[in-house]
């Protein structure tokens, strides 16, 4: 046998497994439903993809309900009263975290917005307490659980409105550009929600606002300083 | 000794291949393109053997050349926000089918050549 002649099977083996190894790759890949680059989906798949979520929120839902029950079964067990105790300070931790009463670290996006002053043209981009509440909504609607502008928290009670332009109030502190916006919540989310195409950055930027994202696995959140009272609200439990 | 070659190869590619790491949804096009270039020169290679004028050089590079050029092309059409890659698929597949029919009729002139040669020493032997 000639040297050539095994040169060349060697060859063909090494292509023909090539072939294979890609072609396996590929059926793996094709038949893999943990797809998660969206913008490259054909729309069947996306409707496909769109079902197969809704029938798992539903699921969700049901689990949600169930954990409901077993909470309500808790509060009525006396028996387990350590379970008990232990849940309802695991709740008043959270209850804590979601007012606003302690910092909090997680992963999210931070949001710079800058005035842009153009001097001499009219087209100058000053942000207003208007573009801070879109933005906040914006935040919220895509699962932002805990959002601070220049490490103001937002909280239930959070005032946000114009003073003598551009300072803005926020918590009743008057505060200038930049604003840095910080959220936390699930990155892809955050970022998709603020990037799609005609969606708030695109909008902005087009506004010749200075504005820019970024996402961090590791953003603290500062705790709301000042201090929430109750002084109408009577304090009894209202009874259905 | 090439078809124990191609055996080995293909034995190999399965073994590694179902153990193989996933690669992320976004590669998928240029994957199933550089197969179908693959494919394509296959079938080429086997067309020219039936005609007699296979060169194993030309093979070999058209088999990698082509699928890494398609894998390019299709990645340029990325950028540039046009389907190209389905273009080159039209393509590769388009030149499969002709060497495909090119390799089905090679083999059916022979078996039909076989039938008559077979019939001719039938009806000789009939004679005699």
Not at chain 1, 196 to 211: E, H, P, R, V
Request: proline fraction near 1%.
């Amino acid at each position: 046998m000639s040297k050539s002649k095994i040169a060349v099977a060697i060859t063909i083996g090494i292509m023909s497994f090539m072939m294979i190894y890609v072609m396996l790759i590929q059926i793996s890949i094709a038949s893999d439903d943990d797809r998660e680059e969206i913008e490259f989906l054909r729309e069947t798949e996306l409707k496909d993809l769109l079902a197969s979520y809704k029938e798992r929120y539903e699921e969700t839902n049901e689990k949600i309900v169930e954990a409901k029950n077993k909470i309500d079964e808790y509060e009525k067990d006396e028996k387990s009263e350590e379970d008990t105790v232990a849940l309802l300070e695991e709740e008043v931790k959270q209850a804590k975290m979601l007012l606003g009463y302690t910092d909090v670290v997680g992963e999210g996006v931070i949001v710079t917005m800058e005035n842009n002053v153009i001097y001499g043209e009219e087209e100058s981009a000053i942000v207003r307490a208007s573009d801070l509440i879109e933005l906040i909504n914006e935040l919220k609607l895509a699962g932002a659980e805990a959002i601070s502008i220049n490490d103001e928290r937002i909280i239930s009670r959070t005032d946000i409105f114009d003073v003598v332009p551009p300072l803005i109030h926020i918590n009743g502190q008057r505060k200038a550009s930049p604003f840095v916006i910080k959220a936390i919540g699930d990155i892809n989310y955050l970022e998709s929600a603020l990037k799609i195409k005609g969606g708030f950055i695109d909008s902005y930027t087009l506004n010749n606002y200075k504005i820019s994202i970024e996402s961090k696995q590791e953003i603290t959140i500062n705790k709301y300083e000042g201090e929430l009272t109750l002084n109408y609200i009577n304090k009894e439990e209202v009874k259905k | 000794m090439i078809i124990l070659a191609i055996v080995i190869g293909c034995i190999l590619g399965v073994i590694l291949g179902i153990n193989a790491p996933t690669i992320s949804y976004i590669y998928s096009d240029y994957l199933a393109i550089s197969i179908v270039a693959a494919l394509d020169s296959v079938f080429g290679g086997i067309t020219a053997t039936l005609k007699n004028n296979f060169d194993f050089k030309i093979f070999v590079t058209g088999f990698f050349g082509n699928a890494i050029l398609s894998i390019l092309l299709a990645f340029l059409g990325n950028k540039l926000n046009v389907d190209i890659y389905l273009a080159a698929i039209v393509v590769f597949v388009g030149r499969m089918f002709n060497n495909l029919t090119i390799i089905r009729r090679f083999y059916l002139e022979k078996w039909t050549q076989m039938k008559a040669k077979k019939a001719e020493i039938a009806k000789e032997q009939s004679k005699e």
